[in-house]
């Protein structure tokens, strides 16, 4: 059975019951990276990318937009938000132009890296998934990242991961204003973990039974064209 890394745009997850998250060890997700945003005020925004290569990350565009390349770096091999594995410097941004903040739509950005990542147990690609892959409903997600686990909470230091599942498109589509899902969007809730308000440090991957990110670990891993998620939702 592979486990997948789904493409999830802003808005396209939803809440449905919260808890806090575990910490996680970047072994189990050694993909993960933290994007920062260094804003000339001295204040900077993190979000979350997946390695594709020694020089490629994917991030999403919201996290990118009308951002100065120079401001931005990438930390690698670390589950520690400010510290630990490989920090490098952004050499070029790759933004889907047809993303606006308006619909939430085509959140994807490529970045290309000044040096390169040097792979280990800590740091090391995923590969793509066929276009239009679909998860099978009832099918659990893992969601790791930085950020808030709850709407009065403060970002994590360490890296938390927390279990998804598959919503359906009608349900979610109900959830939300209609026309704000679109076809680059899906929707997984936070039935068996936190999914609210836990900003864009986040990615996913897939399975249809519950594992744990070590079983995870063991399994072909694979991330489709996209892997943030901004949850806007709360709980009902």
Known sequence: MAVTVAALAAVA?????ASAS??????????????????????????????????????????????????LTVRAGSADRARGGQELPVARVFQDPRWTEATKDFDVSVLQLEGRITFGDTARPIALVAPLTEQPTGSRGLVAGW???SG?????????????????????????????ITPRMVCYGGVVGPACDVSTNLMAFFNTKKKTPRDLRRREQRVSDGSFVNFVGKPF
């Open 152 to 180: 009065d909470g403060i970002p994590s230091e360490t890296l938390g991961s927390a279990l998804l599942q598959y919503i359906d498109r009608l349900p979610c589509r109900r959830a939300f204003v209609k026309g704000r």
């Open 13 to 17: 997850c939803f809440c449905m019951g």
């Open 147 to 149: 950020g808030r686990s």
């Open 22 to 71: 575990t910490p996680v060890d970047i072994r189990d997700v050694p993909y993960h990276v933290r994007v920062r945003s260094l804003l000339p005020n001295g204040t900077h925004i993190l979000c979350g990318g997946s390695i594709l290569s020694d020089r490629i990350v994917l991030t999403a565009a919201h996290c990118t937009d009308g951002k100065d390349v120079s401001s």
